[in-house]
């Protein structure tokens, strides 16, 4: 695709300036898209304007998605939000599943990239080339889940993107949560939309991504697809989680415990938190991203009185709250997960 363009929209909170600018073949084809496009971005910001501090005006908060987001492609839904990060003065960067990247890429944009600061809560609503910023004071103070159950309804079949109180108190580990429980959770990014008063990025778009050659990309889905199927992996990532891996990452020694200071655990704890007990006890369902053949995100049930039905923990979750502090009460890690997404 020698003369493909993409579109980038670019967003100012401080004088809520809304402007496109066009992404030309030659930057797409060295950068291709998600972090490598944002890294080129901020680069040139960073030529033009010198050190950047992550709460500032001039730190810019960058959404990229690729080539093949929003297309049937597996695995493809991923979009990636990049900044300089409060966490590390550096170069940060997170990404997310779900289905907010492929809506961002329906609405025609490649890119938003928002820099400024505005002085009130706003959330932005792009909705094609409808862009807007709105007033979000009602909706500063209110969790994640408050928050997208709010916007869907004001905002039918929209993809939400948005902070809770710790992203919006500047916490410099917040996370970005979209599509419930999904999170762009790396680097404190979250903090850094807290500090521009950005609680929420609300996409809705109706347009298809350009495949060139349409016959050919479908057999490639299709082949792609029937290897993802077949492959034993996604059979334990269908049926456990990520956490399914739990028991052999710590075998290997790649999981971390006891703040980092123990290289194995006792196998029968391990077990008592592990993907493969969170499926015989407390799954109520699992769930995919888009265009993806595995779906290993889980819902479970809170046992005990609550009986609440919540997003379940990933890999990384059962280490922190399980192996890493030696707990192995699978209840209290299923709270701490609902907890840190409500949160931010
Ligand atoms: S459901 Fe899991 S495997 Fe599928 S795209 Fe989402 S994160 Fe990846």
Redesign the pocket.
Known sequence: MEEYEAKLLKINLSNETIKEALLSPEVLKKYIGGSGLAAKLMYDRIKKKGKIEPFSKENALIFTVGPLTGTRFP?S??YFVSAISPLTNIWGQASS??FFGPELRRTGYYGVVIEGKSDYPVYISIEDENVEIKDASYLWGKTTYETQEILKKEIPNAKIACIGPAGENLVKYAAIINDGGRAAGRTGLGAVMGFKKLKAIVVKGSKKPPIENVEKFQKVVKESITAAMNSSAREI?HKYG?SGMLEALVELGDTPIKNFTMGEWDREKVQNISGQTMAKTVLRKQ???EA?P????RIVELPNKEKKIVDGPEYETVAAFGTLVLNDDLVTILKANYMCNAYG
Do not use: K, P
């Open positions: 695995f839904s991923r599943g779900g990532l990520t769930y995919h991203c993806c595995v779906g290993c995100g």
